[in-house]
């Protein structure tokens, strides 16, 4: 730092001792004189000794002041006495000053000087201040006017040396490519200049001034190469921090890693306060840390200095003194202290609070003793210790500084640490908390012209304090003071906070009114808030808690009530809507879905609560399960009209119980415990009534059962237990306790129950026991009973009036299964004009009632016109049957009109459908009879062509008695019924409702599949799979699909069905899926497996009589068997099925298959016999094969004129091209081997001539080209 000042008076002294002659020389003049006094000085200076230095000027300036070199000599005084230790900087002001106002070459640098011994001066002053804090503000006064002295003369020596800058010559450009050459020196003291002055002006708290300083040094190109950069960063950053620029301060800061400068320390602790400031807390950690890791470094560092103090200059060996035993700069302490923050701002109480105990130990003097201890209680506050925190702010509640914020914390730490379970005394800490509230606020108060902050903490305080208030219930009290939080404004950003919690007080108050105002007054003023949600939270809240209110008084009108709750729906809708992510959505789904079920919309409440996640259903929100069990329960049908609806009504069931249970696992004892009981077991029933698993069905209704004997445990004398009495004698009664079920519901034919409101229910159901036990005359009478004493009663009871229907519902049965089916139906047919679902059940009912008796009537006809022994009797049935078939028509007719008008009404959309599936029924029967009749017709049909072509052709011989032969289904036309059975099933399809389209997609199916037609099947079961059917109707999908894919020869998918079914052995389907599995491997080609997997179906007694299945299944075994070439067992087979199915549909095949095993066992005479009676029994196309494999037995029995005679009855016979062509050919061997070629040629070119695309005019003419080959 003192190099230039050095060099000056070293050339001085060179200069002088130059002229000086060796000789001896006269008597020195004063001139002379005065020359050795400063060059004295200047060479004492050069060699550091400064003491003699300032003697010798002192001389200079005592003796010959006034002549030349008087300026150097005060500026020579003023560095040496700047050099000294310690430093007497005001006697060395008083020479520089001298100086700086000389004009001589060093007056730039005396300049200079002067400016570092009056910023000496104000360092001094500064260190008073904090040695006599009682003396501080006039020494703090006297620091200011130092610095601004000093910063005057840095200006002004910045000013000279700029002279000289712009005087000298600009230095000649860098080679291209090369570096800029570091600045001139006169640049470089320009630079000195400026940075000091930018460090007083800091020190004057220009920091603006100082930034500017420093940015321009920092921008000047020239200075690029500046060794002075480096500060002049470390002040830009100074500046911009002192500033609040943190960003700025950073980015400049960052600049100076490693931090190897003197200064790098401080900037080292100052980016870390950027970071801390900005955030960044584990950036702002690790520069805490290496500010205190560098500072370890440079104590050891000084302490090992130290051990040789005379290497040391006399400056540097005080400096290390200070470092070692002086206590630290202010940033060492602070950044102990900032680290300790962090830890308590990152939630580690326990470390931070350990790290501001060492503070306060290590550092005992610094100011910030009093703010560690306050965070000290801050961290037994977080950590929950709350009389530690208390303890420790105590003794800070008089701080002039920060008793507010002390005596807030204690406010805070009696309220947390209050015991809420002892109501008086919790009752009482809230109070002196609010005491303490009220006074940290009045401490904030009287701090506010002094801290900017303690006006902002106000407002933190009092809004602390309303919280506080709340807790007392004292709601009015906190919403006052949130109007003195908004009134005051001393937070501008927790105004609308204030505003939104003054709303809640007001709302907790039951101020509903005044709350929906500030509600209006807050969307208005902060439409973009993220406290709108909250604020539209309670402005629903506001509008349901005034329907709730309304609710619960007695003379408040009911039908004023559905607008209130809609005001809250709309209201809840909205915040969802806006508010998606709402931390309290939950409670606002919740409350939405209290209104919807409220106003009866319990699908909607259901899909509300369902959004709640399982995670949240608790505390408030433990009602959840509750009411979403209530809501599917309400939306379960009365009946489960089909299985596919039986399978949803079950599912539906189950997920309200396990609702039902896992709200009563903890919530047993709440107000809604009795009713969740209830409902549970009403759950259970429900899932009983639609399974048939017995084991299944008994479990279900004993937890039923067992649910309503722990309502009747746990809430006697309430009206919940009339419900579970009455609910347990139907259980009673549903497992199997006949007499115990009995006499329970008997109980509510007497006193006291005889009077309950359930009590009608009760002697209806006991109605239907009785029924059940054949006892349906008693049923009628007690049912009559019943009426007269309940009827009129339940008529004038809104809740009940719908009970009278079920009991005049339940009288006709009772009379129906009586046998008093006009009665029944005089009660049933008005009761189809009532409004509701009772109409549509007594519909139903009444229709059902009419479809089977013509059903049953028709079957009669159907028999009788079998058993007919005369003309007479036939015709007697066959009316019968026309008109029962009559009247399935108009029943269907009739479904269809009923649904035609529920359709218009758009009402009941179930039973709409339900009668056109109905209907659909009632047309397939109708179908069945004109697909017969068509099919006999074209039998008949098809007899009469075959007589009168053999007539034709033996016009001499009586035609043989033929019966009509069986015309393939395929080739009946299709059927009116059929029509519009497929007309209505597709209408089913159309209105795509889960419970009927699946059942209507499967019977369908069936349609195409009876009807050969599979691609139709497929088609209709496309995605029906996707569409989630119950089990039951799963398994009957799969195995339609099966049979279809197997008729378009799609094999190994129709066996991945099959089995699929197969593999449930508990299956009622699984004797089919076992038979179509054999059908798949059959057509696979994998005949053991078809041999394995049909077997059971002979030797397994369960399933020998699975209608449609089991017969056919024996085929398909006695199939396999002969690809197998296992006649024996392929014979067995279908003996089987002969002996246990004589009405079988496939008796034919089954004697045909005979007769192949026994012509493959070369049991000719067998084979033929079991073929005749094949022919004795049918003309259809088994007879003509049977007929044509008796012609190949005798010709294999070398008997060709039989075999002649056999081979030529099937062309003659029966009309199958195909068989009648090979019938030929093989009848031209036979003629062959007569000798009769004539007769042969005769009938291969018949062959050719009739089927000349067939197969077997292909042979025919390989056999006439043979035949000539051989001249035969």
Same mark, same amino acid.
């Not at 000599?73 to 007497?88: I, Q, R």
């Not at 907790?508 to 973009?528: H, I």
């Not at 049977?1186 to 037995?1193: K, N």
């Given at each position: 730092?003192?190099?230039?000042?050095?060099?000056?008076?070293?050339?001085?002294?060179?200069?002088?001792?130059?002229?000086?002659?060796?000789?001896a020389?006269?008597?020195?003049?004063?001139?002379?004189?005065?020359?050795m006094?400063?060059?004295?000085?200047?060479?004492?200076?050069?060699?550091?000794?400064?003491?003699v230095?300032?003697?010798?000027?002192?001389e200079?300036?005592?003796?010959?002041?006034?002549?030349?070199?008087?300026?150097?000599?005060?500026?020579g005084?003023?560095?040496?006495?700047?050099?000294?230790?310690?430093?007497?900087?005001?006697?060395?002001?008083d020479?520089?000053?001298?100086?700086?106002?000389a004009?001589?070459?060093? #007056?730039?640098?005396?300049?200079y000087?002067?400016?570092?011994?009056?910023?000496?001066?104000?360092?001094?002053?500064?260190?008073?201040?904090k040695?006599?804090p009682?003396?501080?503000?006039?020494?703090l006064?006297?620091?200011?006017?130092?610095?601004?002295?000093?910063?005057?003369?840095?200006?002004?020596?910045?000013?000279l040396?700029?002279?000289?800058?712009?005087?000298?010559?600009?230095?000649?450009?860098?080679?291209?490519?090369?570096?800029?050459?570091?600045p001139?020196p006169?640049?470089?003291?320009l630079?000195?200049c400026?940075?000091?002055?930018?460090?007083m002006?800091?020190?004057?708290?220009?920091?603006?001034e100082?930034?500017v300083?420093?940015s321009t040094?920092?921008?000047?190109?020239?200075?690029?190469?500046?060794?002075?950069?480096?500060?002049?960063?470390?002040?830009?950053?100074?500046?911009?921090?002192?500033m609040?620029?943190?960003?700025?301060?950073?980015k400049?800061?960052?600049?100076?890693?490693?931090?190897?400068?003197?200064?790098?320390?401080?900037?080292?602790y100052?980016?870390?306060?950027?970071?801390?400031?900005a955030?960044?807390?584990?950036?702002?950690?690790?520069?805490?840390?290496?500010?205190?890791?560098?500072q370890?470094e440079?104590?050891?560092k000084?302490?090992?200095?130290?051990?040789?103090?005379?290497?040391l200059q006399?400056?540097?060996?005080?400096?290390?003194?200070?470092?070692?035993?002086?206590?630290?700069?202010?940033?060492?302490?602070?950044?102990?202290?900032?680290?300790?923050?962090?830890?308590?701002?990152?939630?580690?109480?326990?470390?931070?609070?350990?790290?501001?105990?060492?503070?306060?130990?290590?550092?005992?003097?610094?100011?910030?003793?009093?703010?560690?201890?306050?965070?000290q209680?801050?961290?037994?506050?977080?950590?929950?210790?709350?009389?530690?925190a208390?303890?420790?702010?105590?003794?800070?509640?008089?701080?002039p500084?920060?008793?507010?914020?002390?005596?807030?914390?204690?406010?805070r730490?009696?309220?947390?640490?209050?015991?809420?379970?002892?109501?008086?005394?919790?009752?009482?800490?809230?109070a002196?908390?609010?005491?303490?509230?009220?006074?940290?606020?009045?401490?904030?108060n009287?701090?506010?012209?002094?801290?900017?902050?303690?006006?902002?903490?106000r407002?933190?305080?009092?809004?602390?304090?309303?919280?506080?208030?709340?807790l007392?219930?004292q709601?009015?009290?906190?919403?006052?003071?949130l109007?003195?939080? %908004?009134?005051?404004n001393?937070?501008?950003? %927790?105004v609308?906070e204030?505003l939104?919690?003054?709303i809640?007080?007001?709302?907790?108050?039951g101020m509903?009114?005044?709350?929906?105002?500030?509600c209006?007054?807050?969307?208005?003023?902060y439409p973009?808030s993220?406290?709108?949600?909250?604020?539209?939270?309670?402005?629903?809240?506001n509008?349901?808690l005034?329907?709730?209110?309304?609710?619960?008084?007695?003379?408040?009108?009911?039908?004023?009530?559905?607008?209130?709750f809609?005001?809250?729906?709309?209201?809840?809708?909205?915040?969802?809507?806006?508010?998606?992510?709402?931390?309290?959505?939950?409670?606002?789904?919740?409350?939405?879905?209290?209104?919807?079920?409220?106003?009866g919309?319990?699908?909607?409440a259901?899909?509300?609560?369902?959004s709640?996640?399982?995670?949240?259903?608790?505390?408030?929100?433990?009602?959840?399960?509750?009411?979403?069990?209530?809501?599917?329960?309400?939306?379960?049908?009365? &009946?489960?009209?089909?299985?596919? #609806?039986?399978?949803?009504?079950?599912?539906?069931?189950e997920?309200?119980?396990k609702?039902?249970e896992? *709200?009563?696992?903890?919530?047993?004892a709440?107000?809604?415990g009795?009713? !969740?009981?209830?409902?549970?077991?009403?759950?259970?029933?429900?899932?009983?009534?639609?399974?048939?698993?017995?084991? &299944?069905?008994?479990?279900?209704?004993?937890?039923?059962?067992?649910?309503?004997?722990?309502c009747?445990?746990?809430?006697?004398?309430t009206?919940?237990?009339?419900?579970?009495?009455?609910e347990?004698?139907?259980?009673?009664?549903?497992?199997g306790?006949?007499?115990?079920?009995?006499?329970e519901?008997?109980? *509510?034919?007497?006193?006291?129950l005889?009077t309950s409101p359930?009590?009608?229910?009760?002697?209806?159901?006991?109605?239907?026991?009785?029924?059940?036990q054949?006892?349906?005359?008693?049923?009628a009478?007690?049912?009559?009973?019943?009426?007269?004493?309940?009827?009129?009663a339940?008529?004038?009871?809104?809740?009940?009036?719908?009970?009278?229907?079920?009991?005049?519902?339940?009288?006709?049965?009772?009379?129906?299964?009586?046998?008093?089916?006009a009665?029944?139906?005089?009660?049933?047919e008005?009761?189809?004009?009532?409004a509701?679902?009772?109409?549509?059940?007594?519909?139903?009912?009444?229709?059902?009632v009419?479809?089977?008796?013509?059903l049953?009537?028709?079957?009669?006809?159907?028999?009788?016109?079998?058993?007919?022994?005369?003309p007479?009797?036939?015709?007697?049935a066959?009316a019968a049957?026309?008109?029962?078939?009559?009247?399935?028509?108009?029943?269907?007719?009739?479904f269809?009109a009923?649904?035609a008008?529920?359709?218009?009404?758009?009402?009941?959309k179930?039973?709409?459908?339900?009668?056109?599936y109905?209907?659909?029924?009632?047309?397939?029967?109708?179908?069945?009879?004109?697909?017969?009749?068509a099919?006999?017709a074209?039998?008949?049909?098809a007899?009469k062509?075959?007589?009168?072509?053999?007539?034709?052709?033996?016009?001499?011989q009586?035609?043989?008695?033929?019966?009509?032969p069986?015309?393939?289904?395929?080739?009946v036309?299709?059927?009116?019924?059929?029509?519009?059975?497929?007309? %209505?099933?597709n209408?089913?399809?159309?209105?795509a409702?889960?419970?009927?389209a699946?059942?209507? #997609?499967?019977?369908?199916?069936?349609?195409?599949?009876?009807?050969?037609?599979p691609?139709?099947?497929?088609?209709?079961?496309?995605?029906?799979?996707d569409?989630?059917?119950?089990?039951?109707?799963?398994?009957?999908?799969?195995? %339609?699909l099966?049979?279809a894919?197997?008729?378009?020869?799609n094999?190994?998918?129709?066996?991945?069905?099959?089995?699929?079914?197969?593999?449930n052995?508990?299956?009622?389907?699984?004797?089919?899926?076992?038979?179509?599995?054999?059908?798949?491997?059959?057509?696979?080609?994998?005949?053991?497996?078809?041999?394995?997997?049909?077997?059971?179906?002979?030797?397994?007694?369960?399933?020998?009589q699975?209608?449609?299945?089991?017969?056919?299944?024996?085929?398909?075994?006695?199939?396999?068997?002969?690809?197998?070439?296992?006649?024996?067992?392929s014979?067995?087979?279908?003996?089987?099925l002969?002996?246990r199915?004589?009405?079988s549909?496939y008796?034919?095949?089954?004697?045909?298959?005979?007769?192949w095993?026994?012509?493959?066992?070369?049991?000719?005479?067998?084979?033929?016999?079991?073929y005749?009676?094949?022919?004795?029994?049918? !003309?259809a196309?088994?007879a003509?094969?049977?007929?044509?494999?008796?012609?190949?037995?005798?010709?294999?029995?070398?008997r060709?004129?039989?075999a002649?005679t !056999?081979?030529?009855?099937?062309?003659?016979?029966?009309?199958?091209?195909?068989?009648?062509?090979?019938?030929?050919?093989?009848a031209?061997?036979?003629?062959?081997?007569?000798?009769?070629?004539?007769? !042969?040629?005769?009938?291969?070119?018949?062959?050719?001539?009739?089927?000349?695309?067939?197969?077997?005019a292909?042979?025919?003419?390989?056999?006439?080209?043979?035949?000539?080959?051989?001249?035969?």
């Amino acid at each position: 730092m003192r190099t230039s000042i050095v060099q000056a008076l070293a050339l001085s002294a060179l200069v002088i001792a130059a002229s000086t002659p060796l000789l001896a020389q006269p008597q020195l003049t004063a001139e002379q004189q005065a020359v050795m006094v400063i060059n004295a000085g200047r060479k004492a200076f050069n060699e550091r000794q400064y003491n003699v230095a300032v003697d010798r000027f002192r001389e200079y300036l005592g003796k010959f002041n006034g002549q030349k070199d008087t300026p150097s000599a005060h500026y020579g005084l003023g560095t040496a006495l700047l050099e000294m230790s310690p430093t007497d900087y005001k006697a060395a002001a008083d020479a520089l000053r001298h100086a700086a106002g000389a004009n001589f070459p060093e #007056r730039p640098f005396a300049m200079y000087y002067l400016g570092v011994a009056q910023r000496g001066l104000g360092h001094a002053s500064t260190a008073l201040a904090k040695a006599k804090p009682p003396e501080a503000p006039q020494h703090l006064n006297q620091a200011k006017a130092h610095y601004q002295e000093a910063q005057q003369s840095f200006a002004q020596a910045a000013g000279l040396f700029a002279e000289r800058v712009k005087a000298a010559p600009a230095p000649p450009a860098p080679p291209a490519g090369q570096p800029a050459p570091p600045p001139s020196p006169d640049r470089e003291w320009l630079a000195r200049c400026q940075l000091d002055q930018a460090e007083m002006l800091l020190r004057l708290e220009k920091c603006k001034e100082a930034q500017v300083l420093a940015s321009t040094f920092l921008g000047d190109p020239a200075q690029a190469a500046s060794q002075y950069r480096p500060l002049g960063l470390y002040y830009e950053g100074y500046a911009n921090f002192a500033m609040r620029d943190f960003v700025a301060a950073g980015k400049a800061l960052s600049q100076l890693a490693p931090f190897a400068q003197e200064f790098g320390v401080h900037a080292r602790y100052l980016l870390g306060r950027c970071h801390h400031l900005a955030g960044e807390r584990p950036e702002a950690a690790n520069m805490y840390k290496a500010v205190l890791a560098a500072q370890e470094e440079l104590k050891k560092k000084a302490a090992e200095a130290l051990k040789n103090p005379a290497a040391l200059q006399p400056l540097q060996k005080v400096l290390y003194e200070q470092i070692v035993q002086g206590p630290p700069p202010d940033y060492i302490p602070r950044s102990h202290f900032y680290l300790a923050l962090l830890q308590a701002e990152g939630g580690q109480f326990a470390e931070a609070l350990a790290a501001f105990t060492a503070v306060i130990q290590q550092n005992p003097n610094t100011p910030l003793v009093a703010e560690a201890q306050l965070r000290q209680g801050y961290c037994h506050l977080q950590t929950r210790n709350f009389a530690e925190a208390v303890k420790c702010l105590q003794p800070l509640a008089g701080h002039p500084q920060l008793g507010d914020q002390a005596t807030w914390w204690m406010g805070r730490a009696i309220a947390s640490g209050a015991d809420p379970n002892n109501a008086q005394a919790y009752a009482q800490a809230l109070a002196q908390a609010c005491d303490h509230l009220r006074r940290a606020a009045d401490l904030a108060n009287q701090q506010k012209d002094k801290d900017p902050q303690a006006k902002v903490r106000r407002g933190d305080i009092l809004m602390e304090l309303a919280d506080t208030q709340v807790l007392a219930r004292q709601f009015k009290e906190a919403s006052a003071t949130l109007q003195q939080v %908004r009134q005051e404004n001393n937070n501008p950003d %927790r105004v609308e906070e204030a505003l939104q919690r003054q709303i809640v007080a007001l709302q907790l108050s039951g101020m509903y009114k005044e709350s929906d105002a500030l509600c209006g007054e807050f969307e208005k003023t902060y439409p973009k808030s993220t406290l709108l949600a909250s604020v539209l939270f309670r402005h629903a809240e506001n509008a349901y808690l005034t329907a709730v209110t309304a609710l619960n008084k007695n003379d408040f009108p009911r039908d004023q009530l559905p607008p209130l709750f809609t005001e809250a729906q709309n209201r809840y809708q909205r915040v969802l809507k806006q508010f998606p992510e709402y931390p309290h959505a939950g409670l606002a789904r919740h409350a939405l879905a209290s209104c919807q079920h409220h106003l009866g919309q319990y699908a909607q409440a259901q899909a509300t609560l369902a959004s709640i996640p399982e995670v949240e259903r608790n505390g408030e929100l433990a009602s959840t399960n509750y009411l979403l069990a209530e809501c599917l329960i309400r939306q379960l049908p009365n &009946e489960a009209e089909d299985a596919l #609806r039986a399978a949803e009504v079950v599912q539906q069931a189950e997920n309200a119980a396990k609702l039902l249970e896992a *709200f009563l696992a903890s919530q047993a004892a709440s107000p809604q415990g009795q009713d !969740a009981y209830l409902k549970l077991g009403y759950c259970y029933q429900r899932v009983a009534a639609l399974l048939a698993d017995a084991a &299944e069905l008994k479990k279900l209704r004993t937890q039923a059962r067992e649910a309503y004997e722990k309502c009747l445990a746990n809430f006697q004398n309430t009206p919940a237990q009339q419900t579970a009495v009455f609910e347990r004698g139907k259980l009673l009664a549903l497992l199997g306790d006949v007499g115990g079920a009995t006499n329970e519901l008997g109980r *509510f034919r007497g006193d006291p129950l005889r009077t309950s409101p359930v009590a009608p229910m009760a002697l209806v159901r006991l109605s239907v026991l009785m029924r059940a036990q054949n006892k349906a005359a008693e049923a009628a009478q007690l049912m009559q009973e019943c009426r007269s004493q309940h009827e009129a009663a339940c008529a004038k009871d809104p809740a009940r009036a719908g009970w009278v229907h079920a009991m005049q519902y339940e009288h006709a049965l009772a009379l129906k299964d009586g046998g008093k089916l006009a009665e029944a139906r005089a009660l049933l047919e008005p009761l189809t004009k009532v409004a509701g679902p009772t109409a549509v059940n007594a519909t139903w009912r009444l229709g059902q009632v009419r479809r089977e008796e013509l059903l049953a009537q028709l079957q009669t006809a159907r028999e009788q016109l079998a058993k007919a022994g005369n003309p007479d009797q036939a015709k007697a049935a066959q009316a019968a049957g026309d008109k029962a078939t009559a009247d399935l028509r108009q029943a269907a007719a009739a479904f269809e009109a009923q649904a035609a008008e529920l359709g218009k009404k758009n009402e009941f959309k179930q039973a709409e459908l339900r009668l056109i599936y109905e209907a659909a029924w009632c047309h397939r029967a109708v179908a069945q009879v004109e697909i017969d009749a068509a099919r006999a017709a074209l039998g008949e049909q098809a007899l009469k062509k075959v007589i009168e072509r053999l007539a034709k052709e033996n016009p001499l011989q009586q035609p043989p008695a033929l019966t009509a032969p069986e015309v393939a289904l395929e080739k009946v036309p299709q059927q009116p019924g059929e029509k519009a059975a497929i007309a %209505r099933y597709n209408q089913l399809l159309a209105a795509a409702e889960p419970s009927l389209a699946l059942q209507a #997609r499967l019977e369908l199916a069936e349609m195409h599949g009876r009807r050969q037609n599979p691609e139709g099947a497929l088609e209709v079961l496309a995605g029906a799979l996707d569409q989630a059917p119950s089990p039951e109707l799963l398994e009957r999908i799969r195995l %339609r699909l099966a049979a279809a894919l197997l008729d378009v020869k799609n094999a190994k998918e129709a066996l991945q069905h099959a089995s699929a079914v197969l593999a449930n052995p508990a299956s009622p389907l699984a004797g089919e899926a076992r038979y179509l599995t054999g059908e798949a491997c059959l057509q696979l080609k994998d005949y053991p497996k078809a041999v394995e997997t049909l077997l059971p179906f002979r030797d397994k007694g369960e399933l020998h009589q699975i209608a449609d299945v089991s017969d056919r299944a024996m085929l398909r075994l006695g199939q396999a068997y002969a690809l197998l070439g296992q006649w024996d067992p392929s014979r067995q087979a279908l003996e089987a099925l002969l002996n246990r199915y004589p009405n079988s549909p496939y008796v034919y095949e089954a004697r045909y298959g005979i007769g192949w095993a026994w012509q493959n066992a070369k049991n000719f005479d067998q084979a033929i016999a079991a073929y005749q009676e094949v022919i004795k029994r049918t !003309a259809a196309e088994p007879a003509a094969r049977a007929q044509l494999q008796i012609g190949l037995c005798r010709l294999e029995q070398k008997r060709p004129q039989d075999a002649v005679t !056999a081979l030529l009855v099937v062309p003659y016979t029966y009309d199958y091209p195909d068989l009648a062509g090979q019938a030929r050919c093989e009848a031209a061997r036979a003629y062959v081997e007569l000798k009769q070629g004539d007769q !042969a040629r005769k009938l291969l070119n018949q062959v050719v001539q009739d089927t000349p695309d067939s197969p077997w005019a292909k042979v025919a003419q390989q056999r006439l080209a043979e035949m000539k080959q051989a001249g035969v």
